[in-house]
């Protein structure tokens, strides 16, 4: 008899009352764990998380919980071999396992990496500032702040771990904390994890809460401000999509569903070639890791019709020698599927498909696995064939969640995509060719049906990182059957969980709101050059005005003499007829150059170095005789943190490089980043 899985609510390990449903180790039948989540009070849930989790967050910067994130990430990173023998009980090989675990923990340390672009403070200022009034004294911004709700996740089967991190390390990085809800059958992994991250202490309390069983009602308490996320079957989630309570709160929904993913192999692809045989080796790894349980899995070989039968022969091949049975035991590349109702649910799509595509390898009543415990959720791969995927439309709808993949013919490129895009939308899709003509076109004809599309030839193949992995810097969802959301994306996946508020006044009122200097605010003009500042000590807003310089011909003879840039605005005035230029016009560089004399301060300081140039921008001709002056302002602070106890405590200061000529005018607009180290504790 297992132990009895717990719910974490409210910050407290309570039990579910009423009869508990046993989970199965799905290779040997024997029971793993007891669960139920009756009597848990789902509005406390999610009153808690609003009322300690969201409070705790949102005054937390993007940096700090970045931070938060890559602690978490190296603190579960030093116990991920505790999660394998765990993982074993599900059905899954250790690949499968690997891409669970340290998948889901990558998704951590990836996500942490975000906190350089988003900034140090508790919300995002996004886009550029739009200029509203002739006079410049009336501008706007958008700034995104973090939801006041909670981010309800429901998760499948498949991938307990992955499943949660890739989602909770998108909301925390926002500023929301999490309910999530695994899938019961495999709940008894994610309670491993979460009793570790809450043991660690690292996340504020309300972060993170967990139903294990049921969460039927949940949805009932949600508000405004909160998110809802699902992963699982189309059906599941066009039902749970549709709640009431969804609809009359405008609780956003993000819908990640199973659908009919494909892969093409390219005309060119013939048998010989590079690319047919990762093409072989693409799909019959698709259809065996996690047994084929995966939302990415490879469900439709779309391939050119007079290469069925080698796609059939070699893929046969391939799929033989893949050795079945319990993932403990060494050898073992394919495991059980999560349990015995999903192999019924299986078997019973193939006896649909059965209806429109004829089986060439793999018998779903027959599998002869000697010394393995037939008492085990096992399952050998079926390849299937149709021969006329016009009139098959099973095949580009029914999905049989496991091994089981279907040949389909194709004759032209132009039938292919439209083959592809017959699932009606997907996660994914693939092509595998060298040919970047057929590459481009596929692209162009199928982008609007699949989240994602992955070109796989010889030169991209030993890092690829293949047809089922989602990253998590890149968008996971897809149109129509696939749901329709977007999970991860980097920026794009933190901005779910962020509200846009569109915000206007003056520049000046702009500066103190966004923390960024707008062009036009006012100036807090000192003595002290900023270079002469330590990071803590620097303002937004902080000025100097330069002295100034004249701009000679002789000036730009010689700056195209040292730079070699001798464009004929700058060197040759007789080819000035035409031109939007009156006469010799200096070197934007050169004039950016001269900026840079008259606003660096040479001495020894706090600056450690330059570190780049962000935007650089020539707005007006500058011609020998003109006298510009800089504007130097502190446009943006960004704190970094330490690499070791030995590296210096520092930051990185945006400054606006305004430079004028007599006029007044502004003639170019930079920005420059520098190393500026922090007062000495």
């Not at 974490?8 to 007891?34: I, P």
């Not at 995002?124 to 981010?151: N, Q």
């Not at 009543?365 to 393995?372: E, F, H, I, M, T």
Request: charged fraction near 25%; include cysteine; proline fraction near 4%.
């Amino acid at each position: 008899m297992g132990n009895t899985l717990q719910n974490y609510v409210a910050g407290q390990w309570v039990n579910g009352t009423g009869d508990a449903k046993e989970l199965l180790d799905a290779s040997t039948g024997e029971v793993v764990a007891l669960t139920t989540s009756k009597g848990v009070d789902f509005e406390k849930m999610l009153s808690y998380g609003r009322s300690a989790g969201n409070k705790y967050l949102r005054k937390m910067t993007f940096r700090e919980r970045g931070l938060m994130l890559k602690k978490l990430a190296l603190y579960l990173n030093e116990r991920r071999e505790t999660y394998y023998p765990i993982s074993y009980k599900t059905g899954a090989t250790r690949v499968d396992s690997w891409i669970d675990i340290e998948g889901g923990i990558g998704n951590l340390f990836a996500n942490a990496s975000l906190r350089r672009k988003l900034g140090d403070q508790p919300y995002y200022v996004e886009g550029e500032p739009v200029g509203l009034s002739k006079g410049g004294t009336f501008m706007g911004h958008h700034l995104m702040v973090p939801k006041t709700g909670v981010a309800v996740h429901i998760n499948a089967f498949n991938f307990p771990i992955w499943g949660m991190l890739e989602k909770c390390a998108v909301n925390w990085l926002a500023g929301v904390p999490a309910i999530v809800k695994p899938a019961t059958l495999t709940s008894y992994l994610t309670e491993a994890m979460v009793r570790d991250i809450i043991d660690s202490g690292i996340l504020p309390d309300g972060a993170l809460q967990l139903i294990c069983g049921s969460a039927n009602g949940v949805l009932d308490f949600v508000k405004t401000g909160d998110t809802v996320t699902f992963t699982g079957s189309a059906t599941t989630g066009q039902m749970l999509k549709s709640h009431p309570k969804l609809i009359e709160e405008s609780v956003s929904f993000n819908m990640e569903a199973d659908s009919l993913n494909c892969a093409i192999l390219g005309a060119d692809a013939v048998p010989g070639t590079d690319e047919f045989n990762l093409f072989i080796k693409e799909v019959r790894k698709e259809m065996t890791v996690k047994c084929g349980q995966k939302c990415t899995a490879i469900r439709r070989i779309i391939v050119p019709e007079n290469l069925v039968e080698d796609v059939q022969l070699a893929l046969s091949a391939q799929l033989a020698k893949t050795t079945i049975g319990d993932p403990r035991v060494e050898g073992v590349r394919m495991g059980a599927l999560a349990g015995h109702a999903q192999v019924r649910e299986v078997k019973e799509r193939i006896a649909e498909l059965r209806q429109q595509a004829s089986i060439v390898y793999g018998d779903p009543d027959k599998l002869d696995l000697p010394g393995v415990d037939q008492k085990g959720a096992f399952m050998a791969p079926v390849l299937m064939v149709t021969n006329d995927p016009w009139k098959s439309e099973g095949v580009h709808e029914i999905e049989a969640f496991g091994p089981v993949s279907t040949i389909i013919p194709y004759k032209n490129l132009d039938e292919a995509i439209e083959l592809a895009n017959r699932g009606k939308g997907s996660l994914v899709s693939s092509i595998t060719t060298y040919d970047n003509n057929i590459a481009k076109e596929y692209i162009m004809g199928s982008a609007t049906h699949h989240g994602r599309i992955l070109v796989l030839n010889r030169d991209c193949a030993k890092e690829s990182t293949g047809h089922g992995s989602p990253m998590p810097m890149l968008v996971h969802g897809g149109p129509g059957r696939a749901g329709g959301g977007e999970e991860m994306g980097g920026m794009r996946g933190v901005k779910h969980y962020l509200q846009r508020c569109a915000i206007q006044g003056s520049p000046t009122t702009m500066t103190e709101v966004t923390q960024q200097y707008q062009y036009g605010g006012d100036y807090k003009l000192s003595e002290v050059h900023p270079f002469r500042k330590y990071f803590e000590d620097l303002e937004i807003g902080d000025t100097i005005i330069t002295h100034k310089r004249t701009i000679t011909e002789a000036d730009i003879i010689n700056f195209a003499n040292v730079s070699w840039d001798h464009f004929y605005a700058h060197t040759d005035v007789t080819s000035l007829e035409g031109t939007t230029f009156e006469q010799r016009v200096a070197h934007g560089y050169f004039i950016l150059s001269a900026a840079a004399g008259l606003f660096v301060d040479p001495g020894k300081g706090p600056v450690l170095l330059n570190y780049g140039l962000d935007e650089c921008r020539f707005l007006k001709p500058i011609y020998a005789g003109a006298t510009i002056g800089v504007r130097f302002t502190v446009k943006e602070k960004l704190g970094q943190e330490k690499k070791d106890n030995d590296d210096i405590k520092k930051g990185i200061v945006k400054f606006l490089v305004d430079v004028y000529d007599e006029t007044g005018e502004t003639a170019a607009l930079a920005t420059i980043l520098t190393m500026i180290k922090n007062r000495e504790e």
